[in-house]
């Protein structure tokens, strides 16, 4: 099994990375901050404008660690990348299925299931815990049409209606989400989804956190040599990452939804650690931040039993063995692509 090892984040706005022998060096205002090496990581994320050396992203690509760039407000603005991994025909097999609506849906399909299946044990454990503060006949309610839901997409293989069906469940799953937050009720409310920009303090955690996803679900993909920009469900876009938006589908909710809500009803975040800006987007402040993203290092080191490998396995590497499992089945390795099933 691969080893989890940590993705380096730089939230100084003015730092400027280089390379420094086997190691990362960080500078600001013409002074070296630190450094980090290069051995340790897995993935370096930067919230800097200055940008890094030809030299160091040189380095990161031989040595296989992505380098993904962020705006100070946490926009995604571009990945460098190495060389491919991985042989040339399984990325010719991806980009055959991909052309393919047909075969693309047999796919995506199973993506949806995943996450479908994800949110309704959400809404099934809501409703175990927490059922005398929650509307429990609705949960209920909507967890019983999910239910039915999947029994459609099993028996569908056509990719606009297996998209129809995705945006639909995604309504009802979102139209409870606001009861999952369980505390600082008045800071925290959510209305719906809303981004480019997010506009309340809940939109602005979600795509915080499914930006930080979609790097890691792209790395993933990226190892096991398949091509995080061409999807089977998410259509192709210069400079998306549309495989990697598609994987990410069954983890949103048990991996990104439950740790915003962790964060605030914890009270690990509050109404203090956001800004407005003129435009009405909302974000984070720099300290809440750097609390954030020690959070999420730390969450991706929790331990899980992968529940189709049953192996013991960090939170931070279910990307992973999903990018392997898929490319398994592109190569005719498995019968058919086995989703994220979380119990």
């Known amino acids: 099994m691969k080893k989890l090892l ?191 920009p997010p506009l309340d303090n809940v939109n602005a955690l979600l795509s915080f956190t499914y930006t930080l996803l979609a790097h890691d679900t792209a790395a993933a993909l990226e190892t096991v040599g398949l091509d995080a920009y061409v999807g089977f469900m998410h259509q192709d876009r210069p400079g998306r990452i549309s495989l990697a938006l598609d994987l990410m589908e069954e983890l949103r909710g048990v991996y990104a939804d439950r740790f915003v809500l962790r964060l605030i009803n914890k009270r690990i975040v509050s109404a203090k650690d956001f800004q407005k800006k003129e435009n009405g987007a909302v974000l984070l402040r720099d300290e809440a931040r750097k609390r954030f993203l020690t959070e999420w290092q730390a969450r991706k080191q929790d331990t899980i039993v992968h529940p189709y490998l049953n192996e013991k396995i960090a939170w931070g590497l279910v990307p992973y063995c999903q990018a392997l499992l898929l490319a398994r089945y592109l190569r005719g390795d498995l019968d058919a692509y086995p989703p994220f099933l979380w119990k």
């Open 6 to 196: 940590n993705t380096l984040f730089v939230t100084t706005p003015n730092a400027y990375l280089f390379l420094d022998g086997g190691n990362i060096g960080i500078r600001a205002d013409e002074q070296v901050l630190g450094k980090v090496p290069l051995l340790n990581l897995e993935g370096v994320v930067t919230f800097g404008r200055s940008g890094a050396s030809p030299a160091l992203m040189s380095e990161c690509m031989q040595h296989s660690i992505p380098m993904t760039f962020l705006s100070p407000q946490g926009k995604f603005l571009g990945r460098v990348i190495g060389i491919s991994k991985g042989n040339v025909v399984l990325r010719k097999r991806q980009y055959h299925i991909a052309e393919n609506l047909t075969a693309s849906s047999l796919i995506a399909r199973n993506f949806i299931i995943g996450k479908i299946y994800n949110q309704r044990w959400m809404l099934e454990r809501a409703t175990r815990d927490h059922g005398l503060v929650i509307d429990t006949p609705r949960f209920k309610s909507v967890s019983s049409q999910f239910k039915e839901v999947t029994k459609q997409i099993i028996q569908c293989v056509d990719l606009e209606t297996i998209r129809g069906i995705e945006g639909n469940a995604a309504t009802q799953y979102y139209s409870l989400f606001d009861q999952l937050i369980l505390q600082q009720k008045d800071n925290f409310q959510f209305h719906g989804r809303n981004r480019r």
